[in-house]
Structures are given as C-alpha cells and as structure tokens.
C-alpha cells in the first residue's frame, strides 16, 4: 500500500493515536518524536481515561509555535503563522481561529506543566500524528518548509485509497443512501436520507454492517444529518477542507452508492460555487445518481469539501449538486466528541409529511407555525384550517392531536359537491399517484363505484404501522342527492380508523 507523504495534513491518523492507550499505560513509557527526533520534557506525556496529556508547550514550541499564558484567564494562546489556538485550563473549549472545538480531555496542570490530549495538537497545527502501540511512542510529522494545511495533490488512485472505506452505504427503513466518517463512529449524510426512519445500517462492506443508535443532529434547511453509530468503529475519519478554497475548474472526486453499488467512484471539476436558499452549494460534474445522497465530495488533496445531494435527471450537461462542507462547521464539536458522550435525538422526531410541509409528530405551535392557511377553529385536540391550496382545490384540514402530538389528518375538498364522477375520479387518481410516490402501493384499492350500496365510493387504503408509516384511508363517495364529497384521511396506526 502506497504510503501518503508526511506533508499530506492527516486528522485521520490522529483518532487512531488514542484508542490503544489503556488507563494503567506507564506514564515515563511513553515517548514523543517530532521529525524523528525523540523530544525530551521535564513533565513527560501520561495517559489519563485513554487519552495522552503532552506538555503543551514543548509540543507548539517544537512546531514552532508562540505560545502566551494569561495568569489571571488561565488561558493559553498559541500562535503559528495564519494559525491561532486558544483554550483555557480546566475547560474542554478551544478555539481554532475563532472556531469553537471540543476536547476529551481538558487542558491541565501537573507539576506545573500544562498538559493538553495529542488528538489537540494534530487539529490545532495540521501535523500527521501516529501511534506505535508496539513500542509505547507517539510519532508527529509537520512540513517544516511549507504553510500549514499545504500538500501535494493525490492521483485519484491515491485519493481512493485515503478516502473509500472512510464512505459508508446506509440503508433506512425507508430508502438508501450514502455517509462519511467524520467522527468516532459518527457519519454525515443528507437529511433527506435519513427523512421519516425507524431504523438504519451503515454497511462497511456488503456482508459488514453497524446499526445507527440514533441521530445526534439535524438539519433539514442544509440538507445535512449526523448519525451515530451503536458502537465506536476502529475507522479513521476523512479530513475536512473548506468550499471556499475551491475554485472552478478545479478537479473533485465523489465516493457514494448510486443505485445501491457500493462506494462507487467518479470524478469531475468544479462547475460553480454559489449559495441556493441560503446554502452554499458545490455544482460539479462528477457523476452521481439516486443512492449517491450523503456521499463524499473531495479534493486533490484528499479533503471532504462537499455532502453529494442532488442532480438534475436527463441533463446532458452533468448537473450535480453538494451541500458544502462549511455548512457542517456548527456541528464540528461532535467531530472530536468521545462516542460515548455523543448525544442522540429521539428517533424520527418527525413522522412523515402531510401537507404545507407539516409533519406528524409536530406540536400544535409547530403546525400554527408552518401552516399557510387560516385558522378557524382551534380546541384542545385538534386544529382547523381553511383555505389551504392542495392539487389546485382549496381543503379545510382538521389537524388531530393527542399528548400534544401531532398524529392524524382529516383533509375536505371544499368544493368537492361541484364534482361529478369523472373529476372526482380525476382527483382520486390524481392524488392516489402522490401518496403512492411518498408510500408505495396501497393494499386495498375500491376502484367500483356500483358495489357500495347507497353510497358508491372509490376507495385506497394503506394499512400503516405504529412508527413512521400513517395508515391512510382515502376515498371519494357520492352522497344521497348524487352529490361528491370527498376525505383525505392520515393516521399512526390502523386502531384510529377501526375506532371511528
């Protein structure tokens, strides 16, 4: 295997540095090299709750950094070039150019030695740190002649093998899709992936797979989802680079599953760099298709620039699209968090989507907050719109709470006396097709008007389940004087409808 140069800046080797340090490791049995060279310091490195503490500044100073100390702060400064790191004794905060990181294990003093973990010092000043388990030594590698964070393109080859089994496959009860390590058994994908699940696999290999224990954070106006893993993986995250050090024309790599295939490679340039609905956005022509959402979009230099997101189908001019990477800086603590200390949310904190955007599950402030039609009726368990444009019909939907939740939808087409049989069936087919796409097919259909009695009805109904599937009855009938009406109706679970 080709091995990378040093200068190649690598967070990924840093992670593996701190698994195999055990809480009874020898203090004095640890050593540090820096470029080959044995560092020697008057407090040496120990190992606190599988963590190495290195003195701070022996470390920086070897980088050739400045390091200040605040006595009345108990802040510490550290300075190189464009680079600048706070953080403050006692306290799991740093900085790194104004950007807020975590640490495992906070800075502290020991024999009057400020001692800080290594994972600490591979973020701060890009340098490539590796462990040798065998010989009890920490080794750091930095390019003494050029600026941090420079390095040498890779062959796409060399790109591949850095970054492929970093890229995971994902499969939800719902759809598939692709995620990137970028943490402690932590995957970043879109949100759209992992809309509306129960449960997830992430498949490492096509017979290797983890289950998702839930999902850390969320994002829906960026597209953007961190999903944690049931247990830590020994997988080195990839390295996070920036969009705004793109330009356009230059050459970018996607790793993903279009179409289920696993971690599949394609490669193109950069067609344009500008911001959609708020979110900066990477169009570029490396090829993707359906199952590609949440893969990784790279540099030359092997960085995670991008969240591969969407395309435009039929387009001869290779229209793809990635959520930048810059967009997932608010969530950049997690990256460096201990898995076990990695909060997750409850699982599908919203149900599935009814309409104008609102989600089963929502609370009534929720629902008043999304609903762009008027409220005319307002009780203890149930909302009332009006007015509200769906298929180009104006509806009253009664919105159906219990426990402050969200869980049904009773939907009038108020016109729906106006039909006769044909634009009753219109709409029936019409929207039928919709919640097919959203649901699939249905398990009972009633497309017989003349085996209903005295009140002929079209008919779908959807059995649903007691998690992120509604049942849904929706049917069309023909009331006593030949006149249509017409109900939409969206459940949790087949008990409400055979309680009505």
């Given at each position: 295997m080709k091995?990378?140069?040093?200068?190649?800046?690598?967070?990924?080797?840093?992670?593996?540095?701190?698994?195999?340090?055990?809480?009874?490791?020898?203090?004095?049995?640890?050593?540090?090299?820096?470029?080959?060279?044995?560092?020697?310091?008057?407090?040496?490195?120990?190992?606190?709750?599988?963590?190495?503490?290195?003195?701070?500044?022996?470390?920086?100073?070897?980088l050739g950094a400045d390091v200040k100390w605040d006595s009345k702060t108990n802040k510490i400064t550290a300075t190189k070039e464009d680079t600048v790191v706070t953080l403050t004794i006692g306290s799991k905060t740093t900085y790194i150019n104004g950007v807020k990181t975590l640490i495992d294990v906070p800075a502290k003093v020991i024999n009057n030695r400020t001692l800080v973990p290594l994972r600490f010092v591979s973020e701060a000043f890009n340098a490539e740190v590796k462990w040798d388990g065998a010989k009890m030594r920490v080794n750091i590698t930095y390019n003494e002649t050029d600026e941090p964070g420079q390095s040498e393109d890779l062959t796409i080859s060399e790109l591949v093998e850095l970054n492929d089994h970093?890229?995971?496959?994902?499969?939800?009860?719902?759809?598939?899709?692709?995620?990137?390590?970028?943490?402690?058994?932590?995957?970043?994908?879109?949100?759209?992936?992992?809309?509306?699940m129960t449960d997830a696999a992430v498949y490492f290999s096509e017979s290797t797979l983890e289950w998702v224990d839930g999902i850390v954070a969320y994002d829906e106006e960026v597209d953007l989802a961190l999903l944690k893993l049931q247990h830590p993986i020994n997988i080195d995250p990839v390295k996070i680079g920036s969009s705004y050090d793109l330009v356009k024309g230059e050459k970018v790599v996607a790793i993903g599953s279009p179409l289920g295939f696993q971690n599949?490679?394609?490669?193109?340039?950069?067609?344009?760099?500008?911001?959609?609905?708020?979110?900066?956005?990477?169009?570029?022509?490396?090829?993707?298709?359906?199952?590609?959402?949440?893969?990784?979009?790279?540099?030359?230099?092997?960085?995670?620039?991008?969240?591969?997101?969407?395309?435009?189908?039929g387009s001869n001019a290779d229209i793809n699209f990635s959520v930048a990477i810059d967009e997932a800086n608010k969530w950049k603590s997690y990256f460096t968090m201990d898995h076990s200390k990695l909060p997750v949310m409850d699982w599908n904190p919203l149900g599935p989507k009814l309409i104008s955007g609102v989600s089963l599950g929502m609370t009534k402030e929720d629902v008043k907050e999304i609903e762009v039609g008027t409220l005319v009726?307002?009780?203890?368990?149930?909302?009332?719109?009006?007015?509200?444009?769906?298929?180009?019909?104006?509806?009253?939907?009664?919105?159906?709470?219990?426990?402050?939740?969200?869980?049904?939808?009773?939907?009038?087409?108020?016109?729906?006396?106006?039909?006769?049989r044909n634009e009753a069936e219109d709409l029936f087919y019409g929207l039928t097709y919709e919640l097919e796409n959203e649901y699939g097919y249905a398990d009972e259909y009633d497309l017989d008007w003349l085996d209903d009695g005295l009140n002929p009805e079209i008919a779908a109904l959807w059995y649903g389940d007691s998690t992120d599937i509604p049942a849904i009855y929706f049917y069309v009938y023909e009331n006593d004087y030949a006149e249509m009406e017409s109900t939409v109706r969206l459940y949790i679970s087949l008990d409400h409808i055979l309680e009505e």
């Amino acid at each position: 295997m080709k091995r990378l140069s040093k200068y190649l800046v690598s967070l990924v080797v840093a992670f593996s540095l701190i698994l195999p340090v055990s809480h009874h490791a020898s203090a004095a049995a640890i050593s540090v090299y820096i470029n080959g060279q044995k560092q020697i310091y008057d407090q040496p490195p120990v190992a606190e709750n599988g963590r190495t503490l290195v003195p701070l500044r022996g470390i920086f100073e070897s980088l050739g950094a400045d390091v200040k100390w605040d006595s009345k702060t108990n802040k510490i400064t550290a300075t190189k070039e464009d680079t600048v790191v706070t953080l403050t004794i006692g306290s799991k905060t740093t900085y790194i150019n104004g950007v807020k990181t975590l640490i495992d294990v906070p800075a502290k003093v020991i024999n009057n030695r400020t001692l800080v973990p290594l994972r600490f010092v591979s973020e701060a000043f890009n340098a490539e740190v590796k462990w040798d388990g065998a010989k009890m030594r920490v080794n750091i590698t930095y390019n003494e002649t050029d600026e941090p964070g420079q390095s040498e393109d890779l062959t796409i080859s060399e790109l591949v093998e850095l970054n492929d089994h970093k890229v995971v496959k994902i499969e939800t009860n719902t759809g598939q899709g692709s995620g990137v390590f970028v943490g402690e058994g932590l995957i970043l994908t879109n949100a759209h992936v992992v809309d509306q699940m129960t449960d997830a696999a992430v498949y490492f290999s096509e017979s290797t797979l983890e289950w998702v224990d839930g999902i850390v954070a969320y994002d829906e106006e960026v597209d953007l989802a961190l999903l944690k893993l049931q247990h830590p993986i020994n997988i080195d995250p990839v390295k996070i680079g920036s969009s705004y050090d793109l330009v356009k024309g230059e050459k970018v790599v996607a790793i993903g599953s279009p179409l289920g295939f696993q971690n599949t490679v394609s490669d193109g340039i950069v067609s344009n760099l500008y911001e959609m609905d708020g979110v900066r956005v990477i169009q570029n022509t490396a090829s993707t298709d359906h199952g590609s959402s949440g893969g990784g979009l790279f540099n030359m230099r092997g960085e995670l620039v991008g969240i591969t997101s969407s395309g435009i189908d039929g387009s001869n001019a290779d229209i793809n699209f990635s959520v930048a990477i810059d967009e997932a800086n608010k969530w950049k603590s997690y990256f460096t968090m201990d898995h076990s200390k990695l909060p997750v949310m409850d699982w599908n904190p919203l149900g599935p989507k009814l309409i104008s955007g609102v989600s089963l599950g929502m609370t009534k402030e929720d629902v008043k907050e999304i609903e762009v039609g008027t409220l005319v009726e307002e009780s203890a368990n149930s909302l009332i719109f009006t007015d509200i444009d769906l298929m180009n019909y104006y509806v009253t939907a009664e919105y159906i709470f219990e426990n402050g939740k969200l869980i049904g939808l009773e939907v009038y087409f108020d016109e729906a006396y106006l039909f006769d049989r044909n634009e009753a069936e219109d709409l029936f087919y019409g929207l039928t097709y919709e919640l097919e796409n959203e649901y699939g097919y249905a398990d009972e259909y009633d497309l017989d008007w003349l085996d209903d009695g005295l009140n002929p009805e079209i008919a779908a109904l959807w059995y649903g389940d007691s998690t992120d599937i509604p049942a849904i009855y929706f049917y069309v009938y023909e009331n006593d004087y030949a006149e249509m009406e017409s109900t939409v109706r969206l459940y949790i679970s087949l008990d409400h409808i055979l309680e009505e």
